[in-house]
């Protein structure tokens, strides 16, 4: 990415979202308010691919998927693989992700969400450590319903800074 270009700010976004992936809720909150966070790296990556598809590829989104295995202790390659698999569908029909309204790109978000959750969980299954649960569909709404703020924040950024 040429910093020239307002790649430091591509980088600082992943980096944040990468942070808010890793943040979970106080232990002397109630357990339930964890299963409201969103799926941050897979909105930024999303936003960057429909905006910026010519820099932002597969590559990318595997080594982002990669640091966040090692800061959730999740199988290695597991977030790596929901990224880029997410980060390839998005890349190939990015024009039409663009010609959509917000409240079809949350609700291609929300369908991506669900399938990365999906992929967790059978990945999870494999190994016995996990079981199905409705629960799993909660982040993928929350993410939808937040999908127009962060695309509109993103937006006037990448204006203001020139992202190019």
């Given at each position: ?21 890793a ?7 109630p357990e ?18 429909k905006?910026l598809p010519?820099?932002i ?5 595997w080594i ?5 295995d ?19 569908i ?5 024009e ?9 790109q ?12 999906l992929?967790?969980?059978a ?5 016995a ?7 799993l ?11 127009p703020l962060?695309a ?10 020139r992202?190019?």
């Amino acid at each position: 990415m040429n910093p020239a270009r307002g790649g430091w700010f591509v980088l600082v976004t992943l980096l944040a979202a990468l942070v808010l992936s890793a943040a979970r809720a106080p232990l002397d909150w109630p357990e339930w308010l964890d299963w409201l966070r969103p799926g941050w790296m897979i909105m930024v990556m999303l936003f960057w691919v429909k905006e910026l598809p010519h820099r932002i590829g597969l590559i990318s989104a595997w080594i982002l998927g990669f640091l966040v295995d090692i800061i959730l202790a999740e199988p290695l390659g597991l977030n790596g693989l929901i990224l880029a698999t997410v980060t390839y569908i998005a890349w190939s029909f990015h024009e039409r992700l663009r010609m959509y309204s917000v409240v079809q790109q949350a609700a291609v978000v929300m369908v991506l969400m669900w399938a990365g959750d999906l992929l967790r969980l059978a990945v999870h299954n494999i190994a016995a450590v996990a079981a199905f649960s409705w629960v799993l569909f909660v982040p993928g709404l929350v993410s939808a319903a937040l999908w127009p703020l962060l695309a509109e924040v993103l937006t006037r950024a990448r204006v203001r800074i020139r992202v190019e």
